[in-house]
Nanobody
């Protein structure tokens, strides 16, 4: 029933910024746990950022201070602001939502950081 639609990926230069968006249909609730994961070909999917229903956030060490996860209940959206992008950030990024006891994933959007 829950659908996640991502946008905002693309090709950017090192040091640049991107903002990924994830629209939740039909709606997002404040108790939902939301997050962003990424996966490089040949590697395991990695948690990038999580925001729990209570508002607590968690980031993988490699993105702390550069990435920010946020929610907008009015827009039924989850965002990932990515600054100071590095080539190592290149991956397919997936939106994630947990509404106990089920989990949902977006289709993935490619982020490529290259000069």
């Amino acid at each position: 029933q829950v659908q996640l639609v991502e946008s905002g990926g693309g090709l950017v230069q090192p040091g640049g910024s991107l903002k990924l968006s994830c629209v939740v249909s039909p709606t997002i609730f404040s108790l939902d746990n939301v997050g962003w994961y990424r996966q490089v070909s040949g590697k395991q999917r990695e948690m990038v950022a999580l925001k729990f229903g209570d508002g607590i956030t968690s980031y993988v060490d490699q993105v702390k201070g550069r990435f920010t996860i946020s929610r907008d209940y009015a827009e039924n959206s989850v965002y990932l602001q990515m600054n100071a992008l590095e080539p190592e950030d290149t991956a397919v990024y997936y939106c994630y939502l947990q509404r106990f006891p089920k989990e949902y994933w977006g289709q993935g959007t490619q982020v490529t950081v290259s000069s």
